[in-house]
């Protein structure tokens, strides 16, 4: 149980064995799905929205969908499901700490990635540009696509009827997407909001211009801690990254001080591991000891006052936030841009590229399911199925597709 006097005010309310903060999102009054359903007798909606996910094909490929390095260069670096799990573990840890909804930050942990093309960013940069002409790519936009009507496992809906609140978090997992005027912003600002979203959003409004709750925010903030300290681990493992590097940013270097006066001469190995337990510690308590400040400083009653807010309530202190973007200069310098992984994202956007060209020309080399109906669409259409089904292989099936149209 967490001092109501750090977080802004508190009324526990007993869930089970949890208690959740006022602020919190409390699943008996969600705003409910788009398709209205019987509660479950045994489950709250958001661990419905969480099994769902889980349950979901697109959350399985994750397994084979690449995060920096190709899943078949070792069996030991992550892919997009073991870096969803552990930005859902982080999340998680968050939540509980501040007082919100533990489910809801691990749905949406859990759903953060599901619209994430082969290949990790190399494959959505490559077809966003093969989609420029009809509205793009973008895998935010293409989650909600398939938790609103790409999967097709039930009798009564498309997709996975998910609660309004987990859809929220996931299309605004980065924040508002218009201002207050309704103009697009951040990175919507040049090109506008993704028409996927606009379409939804017209069938069941998600307040764009607001920011999401408190859970989403924690989930969304996990997801930067996670990426920093598993890249450092593949980093290491893979010899793109050494020692003398990580000394270049002042939080790793006094972590590795740390480390050689407690454990001098460790093998490289559990050095490592240890750098990123530290990593992680000093990052999740920072969030949460920030994250206390400023609801302490807002005193939100609802989770509708966190949404209204002008900043989020999640976040960094300043020094933390400065290691943050050292750590993502150093990986940006070392691992992202050594010529081996820019070779490899280099073959793999020629895949992409060529796979798209080859099924918008002839549909019918897609599965039946996936090119049927097609005859005598228009181009959009035709394009959209095809960023589609592009969008859901893992690597090792665009790989495959591209060697059988090849011959």
């Not at 997009?80 to 501040?98: D, G, P, Y």
Request: overall charge negative; charged content about 30%; some cysteine.
């Amino acid at each position: 149980m967490v001092n109501d006097s750090t977080q802004g005010g508190r009324e526990p309310t007993r869930i089970g064995e949890r208690w959740r903060a006022r602020y919190a999102v409390d699943p008996r009054t969600s705003r409910g799905r788009l398709i209205p359903e019987a509660p479950s007798p045994t489950r709250t909606e958001f661990q419905r929205d969480r099994d769902r996910i889980i349950h979901s094909t697109a959350f399985r490929r994750l397994a084979h969908k690449t995060q920096v390095f190709l899943y078949h260069e070792g069996d030991h670096f992550r892919s997009r499901l073991t870096h969803t799990i552990e930005v859902a573990q982080i999340a998680r840890s968050l939540a509980r700490a501040l007082g919100l909804d533990e489910d809801l930050a691990e749905a949406l942990a859990l759903a953060h990635d599901l619209g994430h093309t082969p290949f990790g960013h190399t494959g959505e940069d490559a077809l966003d540009d093969c989609m420029r002409s009809y509205g793009g790519f973008d895998h935010n936009a293409q989650a909600l696509r398939i938790v609103t009507r790409l999967e097709r496992r039930y009798a009564g809906f498309d997709g996975l009827n998910l609660t309004w609140e987990t859809l929220e978090g996931l299309v605004k997992h980065n924040g508002p997407m218009l201002d207050k005027e309704g103009r697009p912003i951040g990175r919507y600002h040049e090109r506008g909001i993704p028409g996927a979203i606009l379409e939804y959003d017209a069938r069941q409004r998600l307040d764009l211009s607001s920011f999401a709750s408190g859970e989403a925010q924690v989930a969304a903030i996990a997801d930067d801690i996670a990426y920093d300290a598993h890249d450092i681990d593949d980093g290491a493992r893979s010899g793109l990254l050494d020692m003398r590097s990580l000394r270049e940013v002042d939080f790793l270097a006094a972590i590795l001080d740390d480390i050689h006066n407690k454990a001098p001469n460790l093998a490289t190995p559990r050095l490592v591991h240890e750098i990123l337990r530290r990593v992680i510690t000093h990052f999740v308590e920072d969030v949460i000891e920030e994250s206390r400040r400023r609801l302490a400083a807002l005193a939100p009653r609802s989770a509708d006052e966190i949404r209204a807010a002008s900043a989020t309530i999640a976040g960094f202190s300043a020094p933390i936030e400065a290691a943050d973007r050292g750590i993502k200069q150093v990986l940006i310098r070392c691992v992202y841009r050594d010529p081996k992984v820019v070779r490899m994202r280099a073959e793999a956007d020629g895949i992409l590229r060529n796979l798209f060209a080859r099924f918008f020309e002839a549909p019918a080399l897609m599965p039946a399911e996936w090119g049927e109906d097609l005859d005598g669409a228009d181009e959009a259409r035709r394009a959209r199925r095809v960023a589609d089904y592009i969008a859901g292989m893992t690597d090792r099936y665009a790989t495959a597709e591209y060697a059988r149209l090849r011959g």
